[in-house]
């Protein structure tokens, strides 16, 4: 399993960016994809997630509103489109997959992607 994630970069308060990850190496029919992101000296938080096969998205408290998950399962891609962004939302964004349905826990997921930079600047 491969996921790759690309997107990131620099943007004002305010600002949009559209992360995508795109997975390959397996039917991901029975998955859910996640986003997560970590911060300079700071735990890796959940940010969304969403079933490949459709169904309910799942969001952080603190991106509700502002960033929205959703896939295109002809491409097995995920985006995650940050709108508002704040500089508090500077991290490395990771996109992670399991098998199962939606959890907002690093540790149920069993493959990672690589990161992508996202710096808000104030």
């Known amino acids: 399993v491969q996921l790759v994630e690309s997107g990131g970069g620099l943007a004002q308060t305010g600002g949009s960016l559209r992360l995508s990850c795109a997975a390959s190496?397996?039917?991901?029919?029975?998955?859910?994809l996640a986003w997560f992101r970590q911060a300079p000296g700071k735990e890796r938080e959940f940010v969304a997630a969403?079933?490949?096969?459709?169904?309910?998205?799942n969001y952080a408290g603190s991106v509700k509103g502002r960033f929205t998950i959703s896939r295109d399962n002809a491409k097995n891609t995920v985006y995650l489109q940050m709108n508002s962004l704040k500089p508090e939302d500077t991290a490395l964004y990771y996109c992670?997959?399991?098998?199962?349905?939606?959890?907002?826990?690093?540790?149920?997921?069993?493959?990672w992607g690589q990161g992508t930079q996202v710096t808000v600047s104030s």
């Open positions: 969403i079933p490949w096969r459709g169904g309910s998205t």
């Open positions: 190496g397996r039917t991901f029919s029975s998955d859910s």
């Open positions: 992670a997959t399991r098998q199962g349905y939606v959890a907002p826990i690093a540790s149920l997921y069993d493959y």
